[in-house]
């Protein structure tokens, strides 16, 4: 494959921004990136957060459609949470491609530690699925506190050809995370559904493999695109466990490995609908995050890999869970 191929694969199979499915004015703030583009930022804040997530979202997404989501999650992590779309995306002008999208969140970064006055310890980058793109080219070259990455790939031309990344095709490929992940410094989680179909978990093992500094990935009975709503107790969970983590590595000015290093596999049983609530609205059974389109993996609470469960009492997403001790003790 020659390098001026690569442009048509990755247009193609890469950025499928949908219709946008919000106005202009539902955003919050506008910023235009170093290409150009003319983008938009919705910000969850939450007050006296000590971290402040970014948020890159997947392909076939935009604003509208995961802004309820992050909301909510910013009220369960009790953490402010800044999301945007991608040149391209939503109401954003421009064009989409890997370079443009690199802008973007660069942009994004720096209104989050400039006009926002967030240090850069204290910034947590959190992609998913195409997201991962973007945040692990932003922390392989800008220090940041700590980095998420749900559903992530190794590269585009591996999905595509559902084969293992190597560095031979690195000329021609696109969104090699692969080839950046090492130079992360901070800890990185990886998450991941044992029955992604689209990006198989071997992706996520490939990228732990290669971390610096993995922290316990989380392993859910998921597909690709139905984590948040098959297991949002142990998402919360495991995302607390890790932004402690932050805060006690950085306590002690290191980034140590946890030990022991292991996979976290989750089996709980399916969601039933909960009560409305002012917090909770935004993510109910019939949020776009549980359509059928959407779904591609089972939900099912029994699992061979199973070997731990979170609970979190009657918390879910937006009612306040009771944060890990070290949370605790700086965000209350």
């Known amino acids: ?120 310890h204290r910034v947590v980058l959190y992609g998913r699925s195409l997201g991962s793109g973007p945040s692990v080219d932003l922390a392989a070259n800008e220090a940041v506190g700590g980095v998420v990455l749900q559903s992530a790939f190794t590269s585009i031309i591996s999905v595509a050809s559902k084969t293992r990344w190597t560095s031979a095709q690195k000329a021609v490929d696109a969104f090699c995370n692969s080839a950046k992940i090492h130079r992360i410094a901070c800890p990185v989680l990886l998450v991941h559904g044992t029955k992604d179909n689209l990006v198989p978990i071997s992706h996520s093992r490939d990228l732990f493999s290669r971390c610096q500094c993995p922290f316990d990935p989380l392993y859910v009975d998921a597909g690709h695109n139905d984590i948040e709503v098959a ?71 029994s699992s061979a890999n199973s070997v731990r469960k979170y609970t979190l009492g009657k918390s879910f997403w937006g009612v306040q869970a009771t944060p890990p001790s070290a949370i605790r003790g700086i965000l209350d």
């Open 1 to 120: 494959m020659v390098p001026f191929l690569m442009g048509g694969l990755v247009s193609k199979f890469a950025f499928v921004p949908p219709p946008a499915t919000y106005s202009r004015s539902d955003c919050d703030v506008w910023l235009t990136t170093a290409h150009g583009s003319y983008i938009p930022l919705k910000l969850a804040l939450f007050p006296d957060s000590h971290f402040t997530v970014i948020f890159s979202h997947a392909n076939a997404e935009d604003l509208g459609l995961v802004y309820p989501h992050l909301a909510a999650l910013s009220a369960a992590l009790r953490c402010s949470i800044v999301c945007y779309d991608y040149s391209g995306y939503g109401q954003a002008s421009g064009v989409s491609s890997e370079q443009h999208v690199y802008a973007d969140i660069r942009s994004v970064f720096k209104y989050v530690t400039t006009n926002m006055g967030v240090p850069h």
């Open 231 to 301: 297991h949002p107790q142990a998402l919360v969970a495991h995302f607390l466990r890790f932004l402690e983590h932050l805060i006690q590595a950085r306590s002690t000015a290191t980034s140590p490995r946890v030990s022991p290093l292991r996979p976290i596999f989750i089996a709980v049983p399916p969601l039933s609908p909960v009560a409305s609530s002012p917090g909770l609205q935004s993510f109910t059974p019939e949020s776009p995050f549980s359509s059928p389109a959407r779904a591609n993996g089972s939900h099912s609470s």
